[in-house]
């Protein structure tokens, strides 16, 4: 959307006129998080309008599909009867196999890419030859072309931006037919797994055609209580169109709360922007702990009738950054306790499903998360909504390359002709969400090291700026010598953004005077859920840039110890410490919270996914996220590692995490072993103990009193499986999803921490498994199949609702197990 030269701007100012979901226990989520505890809004309530005059629909229902090229699937005659029918968002790369040549290296997750088509025939909406009819792509990886009967209607390259294309001109009453195709065959592309095809939603949206333009409105505010909105209307008639326009703000329970003066208004066909301020007394601020929103109606009128409703959900919060203390939200200090996070789900691929990204965000928050850095592009919609409505910072990011490579064939080939417009894209898209307090440009940009960075510093930031002021701009930079970093000497980012390197932090505000400053990436720690290796010295995996890796296990793990990290990273423990000491570090971003699909740095094939999670890919907490949530909740918490199965005589490290308690005592077998107590900045405790099977009980003390007691038993052989479902009443909506755990027990029930055991899942009545998993990083076991081999003990099947109400019954067997079944209620 081009805004300046097309719309005359009109300033208004107009005078207001004045005029709670009960939460699944979840078990799975350690010391669950639960949304009412935390004010979440399930919806900010219905309104009193003509909803006839605005409908969006999901176009995601009744696609064809077929894997491969055809360029004449794009003509409307076309017969696609033999095609795969299927409902989106879909991601052909993560049905397949797993395969080292595969053209997307085991980088990009060592799955297939290549071209897909899409089909889909359907009715235009009634009375379209009077209307605007727009169909609207949250996200398609990559290289789409969009066709409607046969009329071509243009291509997006990004992978990750949101277009949309008007198509009324082209629709006739019935058999419509829209294709498109996806080109991810240039091959390498991506340094992550990216998935392949339409991932994201798809909607239809008819509006009158006086209309508001797509993200078209722009709510800014102040903790004052005062609102500016700017909107801008679209007129595809032929002539100038006289209307009226007013504005409702809706509080968080529905209730209409401001209606703003009717203002009349003359639109010409270029269109037209409208600034209106106004008030609100008293706004209930958005925060991490109650994210309140306001819900802002816009209405255009003729003949006193609403012609269009648009909806904008906003916030009231104020930030700031300060180069000495920090990070503030709402004039309280706050540190960002932030985790990078890339968009793919684990075992369901890039496919957006809003459960899912949920439950990746309730357990960042039960950590104590309070922010994410979406690495390395714009994400999901929905993401964001969910962002506002559970309480998480955000930091918005644009690219991961500018016109210099990462990977041959990745978006440098695009950003000459579209980033302008992908970036503007994503500003426009995004910038009503009260999360989102930082705009990153870009991750790592070639362009640091390169004089060419200067310039292009300069317009991506103008090219912000001139879309949004209330933001600060932020770039996540790794050449630490100022003086060298072309981006950083561009002189137009708000906030320094420093990518590792823990040790600089102490002597910033000395180096880099009156410079804010965050730690945008941060970590890089390796860790396998499970594996336990005790080492003397901390381990660099790979040692350096030149040195082949080698040392590896047979297992393909990497120590749950929090003691191997990648030789430009650092531990979780060295990071959080140097992290923590200084408030002039506003925060930081760990990469990342969870495992991700691709870049399993440091081994080589079968790994294909990445070991920086503090999550694993199945959604299992490694232990070092105990010590966040010891750091980062004020929840009492006292966590022991590693399991109780070892040889004998074997001499073990046992580390316990903990917090609101001045010592832990160790016991085995109910022998003391000792207490413990934190000492200047240590983050856990830890003896030596010689391996004897039984029980190992740890048990946090404050002034003598008992706060928490933990317990490790030593496992026998698996004798059985327990099947743990994080919700057992989910919507019969198509979409929501159940997580199962599977857990391989011995006769006792305790969890054996080695078994391997192979599971199979027979799934009846009303859903079906859309992905299994067990977190380790280099199985090659399909994600869609009916079976997973457990690791360390557990293994996962996601359950997936169909639109019919009814029970999901899924029966879990294994040879020499007793087997298990659990039943899933899905409801409307
Ligand atoms: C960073 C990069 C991330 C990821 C990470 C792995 O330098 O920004 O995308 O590659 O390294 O340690």
Request: proline fraction near 4%; charge should be positive.
């Amino acid at each position: 959307m081009r805004i300046p030269g097309i719309y005359k701007v009109f300033m208004v100012s107009l005078l207001g006129l004045l005029v709670s979901q009960n939460c699944d226990a979840n078990p799975l989520i350690p010391n669950g998080w639960c949304p009412t505890n935390h004010d979440r809004q399930s919806s900010v309530g219905e309104t009193p309008t003509d909803r006839e005059s605005r409908v969006k629909t999901s176009f995601n229902q009744d696609w064809k599909f077929f894997l491969g090229d055809d360029p004449s699937a794009k003509n409307s005659l076309y017969n696609d009867s033999k095609w795969r029918k299927l409902t989106l968002p879909h991601d052909w790369s993560i049905e397949g196999k797993f395969d080292e040549k595969n053209p997307a290296k085991p980088e990009g997750g060592g799955l297939p890419t290549g071209i897909g088509w899409y089909r889909k025939t359907f009715t235009a909406p009634a009375d379209f030859k009077n209307k605007l009819v727009t169909v609207e792509f949250d996200g398609v990886y990559k290289n789409s072309e969009v066709w409607v009967n046969g009329h071509y209607l243009g291509k997006r390259p990004y992978g990750y931006s949101s277009f949309a294309y008007e198509i009324s001109r082209f629709l006739k009453s019935r058999n419509n037919i829209i294709a498109v195709k996806v080109d991810n065959s240039l091959q390498p592309d991506s340094r992550w797994y990216s998935g392949s095809g339409i991932y994201r939603n798809v909607w239809l949206t008819t509006t009158a055609k006086v209309a508001v333009a797509k993200w078209g409105t722009f709510v800014t505010t102040g903790t004052d209580g005062k609102v500016s909105i700017k909107t801008q209307i679209q007129n595809k008639t032929s002539k100038q169109q006289a209307a009226v326009l007013v504005h409702s703000i809706y509080d968080a329970k529905g209730k209409l709360i401001l209606k703003t003066q009717a203002q009349n208004i003359k639109i010409d066909t270029s269109g037209l922007i409208v600034n209106s301020d106004t008030e609100l007394k008293n706004p209930v601020l958005w925060s991490l702990k109650r994210p309140v929103q306001y819900k802002l109606v816009t209405e255009i009128l003729q003949n006193n009738k609403p012609i269009d409703t648009y909806e904008t959900k906003f916030g009231f919060r104020t930030f700031n950054f300060d180069a000495e203390k920090g990070f503030s939200l709402n004039g309280l200090p706050t540190k960002i306790l932030g985790v990078c996070l890339h968009h793919d789900l684990g075992a369901l691929g890039a496919a957006v499903n809003v459960r899912a990204m949920e439950r990746q965000l309730e357990i960042m928050k039960a950590m104590g998360v309070n922010a994410i850095r979406t690495a390395h592009n714009p994400p999901a919609p929905e993401f964001l909504d969910l962002c506002d409505e559970m309480g998480f910072l955000v930091m918005d990011e644009a690219f991961d390359m500018w016109a210099k490579k990462k990977n041959k064939n990745d978006y440098h080939l695009n950003f000459p002709e579209w980033h302008k417009r992908d970036l503007e894209d994503m500003i426009l898209r995004d910038r009503n969400h009260p999360s989102i307090i930082l705009w990153s440009i870009g991750n790592e940009i070639r362009e640091q090291f390169d004089s060419t960075g200067v310039a292009l510093t300069k317009e991506l930031v103008a090219t912000v700026k001139n879309l949004d002021q209330s933001r600060p701009v932020i770039s996540a930079l790794t050449e630490t010598d100022a003086k060298k970093n072309f981006i950083y000497q561009a002189n137009a980012l708000d906030i320094y953004g420093l990518n590792y390197n823990h040790k600089l932090y102490k002597d910033w505000p000395k180096n880099y005077p009156g410079v804010k400053f965050l730690a945008t990436e941060t970590t890089s720690a390796l860790e396998t859920r499970g594996f336990y290796d005790t080492a003397d010295t901390i381990r660099r995996w790979p040692r350096d840039g030149k040195t082949k890796f080698t040392e590896g296990n047979s297992e393909w793990s990497a120590s749950a110890y929090d003691n191997v990290s990648a030789y430009w990273g650092s531990t979780h423990e060295e990071t959080w410490k140097a992290a923590k000491k200084y408030d002039h570090v506003s925060g930081l971003f760990v990469w990342t919270g969870f495992d991700y699909l691709g870049e399993p740095l440091p081994y080589p094939w079968p790994a294909r996914s990445s070991y920086f999670g503090i999550v694993d890919l199945a959604g299992f907490s490694k232990d070092s996220y105990y010590m966040y949530q010891s750091e980062w909740t004020d929840k009492p918490v006292l966590h022991i590692l590693p399991h109780w199965n070892w040889e004998a005589g074997k001499s073990v490290e046992v580390w316990a995490y903990y917090n609101q308690a001045d010592e832990v005592e160790l016991y085995l077998n109910g022998k003391s072993l000792g207490k413990k107590s934190k000492q200047d900045d240590d983050l856990h405790v830890q003896w030596n103990v010689s391996f004897a099977p039984g029980t190992l009980k740890a048990v946090s003390r404050k002034n003598g009193k008992e706060i928490l007691v933990r317990e490790v038993k030593t496992a026998g052989d698996p004798a059985k499986i327990e099947l743990v479902a994080d919700r057992k009443q989910i919507k019969a909506d198509g979409k929501d999803l159940s997580f199962i755990t599977v857990r391989i027990l011995d006769k006792a029930g305790n969890v054996v921490p080695n078994a391997d055991n192979l599971v199979d899942f027979k799934v009846e009545g009303a859903g079906f498994i859309a992905g299994v998993d067990n977190g380790f990083q280099a199985s090659l076991e399909p994600f869609k199949a009916s079976y997973r081999k457990a690791f360390h003990g557990l293994c996962l099947a996601i359950l997936q609702a169909t639109a019919k109400t009814g029970t999901i019954k899924l029966t879990a067997t294994s040879a020499g197990l007793s087997s298990a079944v659990i039943e899933v209620r899905t409801n409307k």
